[in-house]
Structure formats: C-alpha cells, structure tokens
C-alpha cells in the first residue's frame, strides 16, 4: 500500500511553507527518491518533487537545483506538466538536452565535470568525452545552457518568487486543495 497525503500528515492539511517543509522532511525520513517513490502514492511523491523544486528554487534557482540537486532533475519534468506548466517544462527540457546522453543526473565526478564544463570555458574537467568537444562547441553550449536558464528564471520569478501569490507556494495548495 502507498502511502498518501492524509495518512502522512495524520489528515491534516499543510497550513503554510513550514507545514510543507515538515511534510517534506517527513518524507525524506524513508531515504532516498527511488525508495521514496516505491512507498508513497504518485500524488504525494510529486508534491514531494514540486516542493523541493519551489523550495531549492527560492534558495537558488535553477542553475542551483541542476547543479546542486541532480537526483531532483529527472523528476522535475513530469512534474511540471503536472502542474500544468508546459512552457515551463518546455524550456526545462531545452536546458536538460544540453547535457550529453552518457551524463546521468547523480551527484559523481561525471556529472560534476559536466557542471564545471557548462558553468565556465576556463574550469578544466577530467572525463575524455567532454574533453573531445571543441572549444567552439563547449562555448555554444556554455552560451545555450546560460541563456535557457535565464529563460526559465523569467518564467519562473512571477510564479514562485517573494511576493508572488503565497510567495510561491500558492501553486503546492491548489494541488492540496484539488
């Protein structure tokens, strides 16, 4: 049996963003996503994602959740177009298809070599494959992650920055609420 909203929270209703954040810390209790994902209900394990992704997001964008949050990103997707943002998951995905197919979204040597070579043409990274791209290719790709971002950023500061409805989190209670 998966475990949902009411049975986690004892059938209270999430008040405000430190309500969220215990739910989610709550959840983060049973370990990792991949384990998170198999014990509570798909509802509950996307209001877990949206909440970090909001959560991060306000802390550091979304530079700060690629870099810093990769176990996050192959999640981030479905739940955007869950959330019924597809402009936004669009330009997500834009950003996403940057990376090379042989990179996986784990906090290792690879992927912080990825984020090294996509954040500054003069940081030198160690993997062979990403050392094979050219400097014009690494440039363009620089040039195209940096302008996806802020394209994201643009979308995303209205929705969930301070002094948006709820700051940010309006979207997390209408989910509640549905």
Known sequence: MNIGLN???????PADETDLAELSDKIWEMGELDTIQEMVSPD???LHIAINMIGNWQCDGW????AYQPHLVPYISEVLAKFG?????????EVIAIFPDFITFEDDALY????????????????ERLNRY????RQAMEKQYK????????????????GSPMDGWAMIFD???A
């Open 63 to 66: 530079d700060g959740i690629i």
């Open 134 to 137: 050219t400097k014009e290719e």
């Open 44 to 46: 509950l394990f996307q």
């Open 112 to 127: 912080c070599d990825m984020i090294n070579f996509l954040h500054n043409m003069r940081l030198k990274v160690s993997d």
């Open 175 to 177: 989910y509640i609420r």
């Open 85 to 93: 943002m597809p402009q936004m998951q669009h330009t997500f995905d």
């Open 147 to 162: 302008e996806k971002l802020n394209q994201l950023e643009a979308m995303t500061a209205p929705l969930w920055g301070y």
């Open 7 to 13: 049975e986690i929270w004892d059938g209270k209703i």
